[in-house]
């Protein structure tokens, strides 16, 4: 399984830019990279996925060097909600489904404040 | 689109006993579902693989008699955990998947076993 590595916590201030870059030495080829959000006892929240490049919805951007052996989670001016975990995920396809399994590491806990 | 529901929100039950946990796609069928389980302030972990009309598929270290999952159709997996202890209390989360990578994420059930 391809395993993450990302920072255990960061803090930020509102209306600040910020990078959660996460490292995935071991990557499939077929392999997504997926961001989730979480808030305290709730779900996961989907944020975005890539394959490579760059990607960019509503909310962040994601980057993937061309060796994809990292990406980085950018989040345009924070706000005070934004404050949750976040995780970095490096799906399995399921060869029966081809679903992807997600296997979630510690997370990024990100603080932002006033 | 692509909203899961769990039921309950919370449970609270007596040791020995039995609960079950319903996940539910509400507007669209998934073939595939995952069970998650996760702790105070610890990431989440994955439990088992659901797939309609089969067998869950459980990861190591998951006692499957315990954790008794059914997948009967394309929008509905139940977990029921079996005599049920205190060591079991925890949040558990379903997610389920629209296609090959978009996996969607219930809002958790909390489980206090007394």
């Known amino acids: 399984l391809a395993k993450t590595t990302q920072p255990i916590s960061m803090d930020s201030y509102e209306g600040q830019e910020v990078n959660i870059t996460c490292s995935h030495n071991n990557i499939a080829t077929n392999d997504y990279i997926t961001w989730y959000q979480q808030f305290p006892s709730q779900g996961p929240r989907f944020i975005i996925q890539?394959?490579?490049t760059k990607v960019t919805n509503e909310v962040a951007s994601l980057f993937i060097p061309a060796d994809r052996k990292s990406s980085t989670l950018s989040l345009p001016r924070v706000s005070l909600s934004d404050t949750a975990v976040y995780y970095c995920l490096v799906g399995v396809t399921l060869m029966n489904t081809g679903f992807q399994k997600l296997v979630f590491g510690t997370g990024t806990r990100l603080l932002v404040s006033p | 689109g692509a909203v899961v529901s769990q039921h309950p929100s919370w449970v609270i039950c007596k040791s020995g006993t039995s609960v079950k946990i319903e996940c539910r796609s509400l507007d669209f069928q998934a073939t595939t579902m995952f069970w998650y389980r996760q702790f105070p302030k610890q990431s989440l972990m994955l439990m088992a693989t659901?797939?309609?009309?089969?067998?869950?598929?459980?990861e190591q270290g998951v006692e499957k008699d315990k954790f008794l999952i059914n997948h009967a159709s394309l929008t509905l997996s139940t977990l029921t955990v079996t005599s049920a202890h205190p060591e079991d209390s925890s949040f558990y989360i379903c997610?389920?998947?629209?296609?090959?990578?978009?996996?969607?994420f219930g809002p958790g059930t909390r489980l206090t076993v007394t």
């Open positions: 997610s389920a998947t629209e296609g090959p990578r978009e996996q969607y």
């Open positions: 890539g394959y490579k």
């Open positions: 659901s797939n309609e009309g089969s067998k869950a598929t459980y």
